[in-house]
């Protein structure tokens, strides 16, 4: 097996210690010199999709491929290595587990676990599943609307004040959205082609897992390994009162508020609107008018170091089991 590290060199968390990951890695493997690897730190955005896919053209077998930076270069590991038969992927949280929601929803101690990189070499892996959004793969979530605006947003003064805390960040750019101006744009959104839910709506978040942000757990119904994706669908936010509801939301409690926000499980999902869509997938923005999701069962070998139970096992009850198991069948 060969071992490949793609570094996102400007990331929280790797932008001021690259020498010191570089020289953690290469520390780890003098101890087992029969181990062969590679680092390559990315260049531009997006980088590493066509790098892995060159490089993994060239190796005859199996490669473990390890995303060292935040969320977005996870995001650039997956959809390298989606497609190709003899690929593993895994994170080396460097920067911390806040900055990787998938890694905080395998629970409260995951963290430390893919800190360890003698841990990561040596572990099994698991098969999880992916979200298709048109020709691109997402580990984590997607949203549309506000929450995508927000996102983005709220990554803009993360980067640019840094003192400021992550979800803090989260919070006030959904509330700027909110209180800016009637943020309703109507959608047409086909569920597994037939539930078609027709009007105006504010925002979406699309979970492939509970977590984002540093402390957030909007998904709470969402498992990575379940087959199934979760809409979470605001039809309305009021200002008054929004401040409440919005934090009840990123903490998990979304059923405190149904005449405001929805919740639907789905495999596949058409989305179209007249107007330009917002969409923030795994943190990577674009506008589009029209697209489609599709949850891709057992799609990844995802490594997952001894200690780690079971996917999402830190989430908060589903809310409607019922509806969840009529939906499988």
Known sequence: ??????????????????????????????????LSYDIHITRWQRDAVGFIKRYCQKEPGLVRIYAVGGNGILYEVVNGAFGLPNVQVACYAKSGEGDHPFVRSLGKNAGALFE??????????????????????????????????????????????????????????????????DMKQKYQILLDDKTLLQGN?????????????????PGVDARPDDGMLDLYLWGRIPRIGALRIVTDYMRGYYQKWPE?????????????????????????????????????????????????????????????PVEREAIAR
């Open 260 to 320: 405001y926000i929805q919740h639907h499980g789905f495999r596949k999902m058409k989305l179209q609107s007249d107007d330009l869509i917002a969409i923030s997938l795994d943190g990577e923005f674009s506008y589009r008018t029209e697209l489609e999701y599709e949850i891709l069962p057992s799609a990844l070998d995802f490594v997952c170091p001894e200690g780690v139970t079971s996917l999402a096992q830190e989430t908060l009850p589903a809310s409607d």
């Open 201 to 217: 709506f504010v925002s979406a978040l699309i979970a492939n897992q509970p977590c984002y942000g540093r402390s957030f757990r």
């Open 1 to 34: 097996m060969k071992h490949l590290f793609i570094i996102n060199p400007v990331a929280k968390g790797v932008v001021d210690c690259l020498p010191e990951i570089r020289a953690e890695i290469e520390g780890c493997f003098a101890h087992y010199p029969w």
């Open 116 to 181: 360890s990189l003698s841990e990561l070499v040596f572990a099994e892996t698991r098969q999880i599943d992916l979200i298709r959004c048109d020709d691109s793969y997402a580990l984590t979530f997607s949203m549309f609307g506000v929450e995508a605006m927000a996102n983005s947003l709220g990554e803009e003064m993360l980067s640019n004040y840094r003192v400021i805390p992550l979800d803090v960040c989260y919070v006030y750019a959904v509330l700027y959205h909110i209180f800016r101006s």
